[in-house]
């Protein structure tokens, strides 16, 4: 169980490989919400997809059409007749979930929760894990109490061929061969560095390497990409629309990314495709590139990693 978000599934992918692995001919599952469910679609040998919608049911509890949803998702997942549910996410949505599943639950070290609350529903726990480990080590941590052995991480592929096909007819409409992949956009106010910074490094990547700066968006980030990449100036563009696969299939493509703490970071590490993140609120040691030859960069402050959705003070990463 790993609801969300895009980012966190992408970082509990390591922890899925390693299941699958050890395990070649179980059955597995995923529960998740609507928006990370199509990388989850693309695994090769993937696991069952149990799609739960627990905004819109937050949003509309009530109406007889969410009421029929939900209960539709709990019967799925209770007629796999899974024998062990690991969650992995630690909150308490998470953890119900994986009771009303009817297996066995394993969850989390106490101090590894985020709504400690959740261990009441589990029948155990993994011991605590580093406290600066990466999230993605913290699933290994988990993984490894059900005997499997830790191994190195591996990111399982997220898309296919017929992504690669759409985004490759993309780039050749455009007459682009080598590129760069941007993102300014996030979620959190605090992780959206300047406007400023972010096109003098758009505008200095195409001066300096000669490759255009494509800078992709999600939902609602359209114009912001675009009038991004307007200010950038020469050799930079808003990249064509993408679902999650094909972004991931785009990425696996370019010669660089940079961006911040968000899906489109975490997607090309996923890829191995060479990374500079920017950090600030939220920690780099925890949730940044594993590989080290990827790069981060953080302007430290004395509040640095404060996991902040907005700065109190007004600054950004």
């Not at 001919?25 to 469910?37: C, D, F, I, K, N």
């Not at 007629?79 to 062990?84: G, M, N, T, V």
């Amino acid at each position: 169980v790993r609801l969300s978000s895009i980012g966190d599934v992408i970082h509990t992918l390591p922890a899925y490989s390693a299941l699958r692995n050890a395990w070649p001919s179980t059955h597995l599952g995923w529960a998740v919400e609507p928006a990370a469910a199509p990388l989850l679609r693309r695994i090769p040998n993937g696991p069952s997809v149990h799609v739960l919608d627990t905004h819109a049911w937050r949003r509309s509890f009530w109406r007889p059409e969410s009421l029929r949803s939900m209960r539709g998702a709990i019967n799925q997942l209770r007629e796999a007749r899974y024998e062990l549910a690991l969650d992995f996410q630690g909150l308490m949505k998470s953890a119900i979930f994986a009771r009303v599943s009817g297996a066995r639950v394993w969850g989390l070290a106490d101090r590894d929760l985020r709504e400690p609350f959740a261990s009441r529903l589990y029948d155990a726990s993994a011991p605590p894990s580093d406290p600066e480990a990466h999230i993605i080590e913290r699933s290994l941590h988990l993984v490894e109490t059900t005997g499997v052995s830790k191994s190195r991480p591996r990111f399982p592929p997220v898309h296919n061929r017929k992504d690669e096909r759409l985004v490759g007819a993309e780039l050749d409409e455009l007459g682009i061969e080598q590129f760069i992949v941007m993102h300014g956009s996030a979620n959190w106010q605090s992780k959206r560095w300047p406007l400023e910074q972010q096109t003098a490094v758009g505008r200095d990547l195409y001066r300096q390497s000669g490759m255009t700066v494509l800078w992709c968006w999600g939902p609602g980030e359209q114009r912001s990409a675009h009038r991004l990449a307007a200010i950038a100036g020469e050799g930079n563009m808003a990249a064509f629309p993408t679902t999650l696969p094909q972004l991931a299939a785009l990425l696996n493509r370019a010669q660089l990314f940079v961006g911040g703490d968000s899906a489109p970071l975490h997607l090309a590490v996923a890829n191995q495709t060479p990374t500079v993140g920017v950090f600030g609120p939220t920690s780099p040691h925890r949730l940044g590139p594993i590989d080290p030859a990827d790069q981060v960069v953080v302007s430290l402050q004395p509040c640095s990693y404060c996991h902040q959705r907005r700065c109190p003070l007004g600054t950004r990463a």
